[in-house]
């Protein structure tokens, strides 16, 4: 299934250019009580919410994907996780692009085991209907196209051989970057550089995740092409290498890595993104800076 969020937390179910309002379905998840749980409770309870879609789906309302406004497809993630020079072809280019290699404060490794992941706070994120909002005007701003993996349950100590059976979903992620010398954590984590959407697509309906073209193209320029086979980490590994010290809850979110091309974005600008199996989808940068 193709899950989306929109208009201020509908859930639609997407079939071709409509959106079927199949919010009803929510009505399987348990009534929670204060102190709320600190993970997504749709992710929590997505099989039945998948079920109770199909209960529904016949007496939804049908709406014209162009009329909607799509809201990040996961509310409450726990963690937003992100996988550093996942893509050999990146790490050479990060050695090459002095602006690529700044933070790394005399690193010389380009191995993600040497870097370990990192967090995007979870204020950063927004969905495909919002505008990315630049900032730091006279610094680069990037754009890294990414396979978004969805947690669904939760996992401490995954190991190669069950990591799979923790994923719920698929989403297409931009992780937003504005270059420097600081932490990732801080140049990545303004308010919309974490862009998730336009929807997720459920595990069943992608069942090689390691075969998977994407690539984004700005303003019709093609600037990052590649496929999901070309991780160093794949995604039992990535799950496995963050369980060792975060427990993922569900909700929680995977960027799993960028490849080569990753380059400068600017007001007014037009991202086109596009994941096999997933979307493809415009999102748009505002067209001033936030100052």
């Not at 459920?202 to 070309?230: C, Y």
């Amino acid at each position: 299934m193709k899950i989306c969020r929109f208009n201020g937390n509908r859930i639609g179910l997407v079939q071709g250019d409509e959106v079927l309002d199949v919010t009803a379905a929510l009505d399987v998840i348990p009534a929670q009580r204060y102190p709320l749980p600190h993970y997504d409770v749709m992710i929590e309870n997505l099989a039945k919410v998948c079920a109770r879609i199909n209960e529904v789906k016949g007496s939804a309302a049908r709406l014209k994907l162009s009329s909607i406004k799509l809201d990040a497809p996961v509310a409450n993630p726990n963690k937003i996780i992100n996988a550093p020079v996942n893509y050999k072809a990146h790490a050479d280019e990060a050695l090459t692009d002095k602006q690529l290699g700044a933070g790394a404060a005399g690193k010389q490794s380009m191995f993600i085991g040497d870097w370990g992941l990192f967090l995007k706070a979870n204020s950063s994120l927004c969905g495909f209907g919002d505008e990315v909002k630049l900032r730091c005007p006279d610094r680069r701003n990037d754009h890294e196209i990414e396979l978004a993996v969805i947690i669904g349950k939760t996992c401490e100590r995954a190991t190669l051989a069950n990591a799979m059976d923790y994923v719920a979903a698929y989403s297409i992620g931009l992780d937003m970057t504005v270059r420097g010398q600081e932490d990732r954590s801080w140049r990545k984590s303004f308010n919309t550089y974490a862009v998730l959407g336009p929807w997720i697509v459920t595990k069943d309906e992608i069942p090689d995740p390691h075969n998977i073209d994407f690539s984004i193209h700005v303003n019709g320029e093609l600037r990052q092409k590649s496929n999901t086979a070309k991780l160093v980490f794949n995604i039992p590994k990535l799950i496995e290498y963050a369980t060792q010290c975060y427990t993922l809850y569900p909700g929680d979110i995977i960027f799993s890595g960028t490849p080569e091309g990753v380059g400068p974005v600017k007001p007014g600008d037009v991202m086109r993104v596009d994941i096999e199996k997933i979307a493809a989808w415009d999102v748009r940068i505002a067209r001033d800076y936030v100052r």
